[in-house]
């Protein structure tokens, strides 16, 4: 990089002199992203210097092909030849003019809002947001800004598929990173706060489940449970070992799932109502997470449904044939079975009114229930026979209007006062105890 001294020239107005644009262009304004926005642009080499607003920060990535690049700020001069990957932070307030020969450049511009620069400072550190500025940079290398541009970027030609809290958390590490890299400021961390307690985590999971029809600002669930947005991020994390957006996702999926095995909607109303673009969205997360497409699950369903009312006529058929042999004695059964099976359809019509067994069971055959399965609370009971029916925990939480993590302790208590360990052991504690 070559620095040179030369006097400051006249400048046109940004409009004026931007360079012409050939192509791929992509705009972050349709996904509604808080805090920044997002252009990509294939320019040609300017004929003029051109002049870069200065109302906010901003950080510009070279994404493709090689230039010749200078950059001017006051009577300071810098020239250097700029790679893919190359970066110039532009601090607001601080006006700079470009000029670059070459092929053709895609470059990524990165727009920063003042209130959120401001707003990281004021959460994380102990510095006047007023007095914190970015500092300056031309023609650097930093992996980190660069990879997190490049999401920005897929996620815009994926027309944003990984959604609303994705970008949101890349762009508050970016601003994160930028005030550690090149700053005025030196922040320490203003919280000790190491995980979320689990009524914290309970709060922000009831509000993720009553608006996933909805696009959930990430600053909206740090201010559920009274954080900053930048602490929220790493603290969340630590706690569930996923990103917030990552669980949004998660969440999302669930709900797609449990409304899709209900049948009375299609797989287009399904992922408008979780929150999803379109289907393919929906599509894309679903077998990412579930390793199957929507619609195959609900082709499963229907086996599975099939299959499970074969089970259970069969129970109620052996069912049926216990409760008979006690009442008329092993002897008599077995001959009034064998006369039964020699009969025409009819002979069993015209004996079916002569004689049925009486209601009442005997006692012995009526299996009481353990002293411990009186100790479950009503709720626990309510959990346990959702449970043997083999709802998720999501869908318990949604159908008895309770958090996840409420439903988790249930579920751990459950096993505890029956002395079992797996979800299989309670299930078949539930079926021999007649809670179905």
Known sequence: MINVTSPTKNVPAFNETIPEIIGQRLYSSEQRWEGITAEVYQFRPPREPLHVPKDCDGVCIHLHSVVDLQEQTGARVKRGISYPGGICLQPKEL???????????????????????????????????????????????????????????????????????????????????????????????????RHLTQHQLSIVEDYIYDRLDQDIPLRELAASVGMSVSHFCRIFKLSTGLAPHQ????????RAKSLLLKEERTIAQV?????????????HHFKHLLGIPPGALRKESKNLQGQKKNIQDRVGYERAVAIAGAHLGEQVFTSAWTAGRTMTPEQTGVGLHLASLPEPVPEALQPSPPTSLNDLTAREMDVLRLLAQGLTSAQMAERLVIGLVTVNSHVRSIYSKLGVTSRSAATRYAIEHHLL
């Open 271 to 283: 992922a408008l109502a979780v929150g999803f673009a379109d289907p393919s969205h929906l599509n």
């Open 247 to 254: 669980y949004v996702i998660a969440c999302r999926v669930e």
């Open 95 to 193: 006006e700079s003019t470009y000029f670059w020969q070459g092929t053709p450049a895609v470059v990524l511009y990165l727009y920063l809002a003042s209130s959120l620069v401001e707003q990281v400072v004021a959460e994380m550190g102990r510095n006047d947001p007023r007095h914190v500025e970015i500092v300056k940079q031309f023609n650097i290398h930093d992996h980190l800004i660069e990879q997190i541009g490049l999401s920005l970027v897929g996620e815009l030609e994926s027309g944003g598929v990984a959604g609303r809290v994705y970008a949101e958390s890349l762009t508050n590490a970016l601003v994160l990173h930028l005030l550690r890299l090149s700053s005025t400021a030196s922040l320490v961390p203003a919280s000790s706060q």
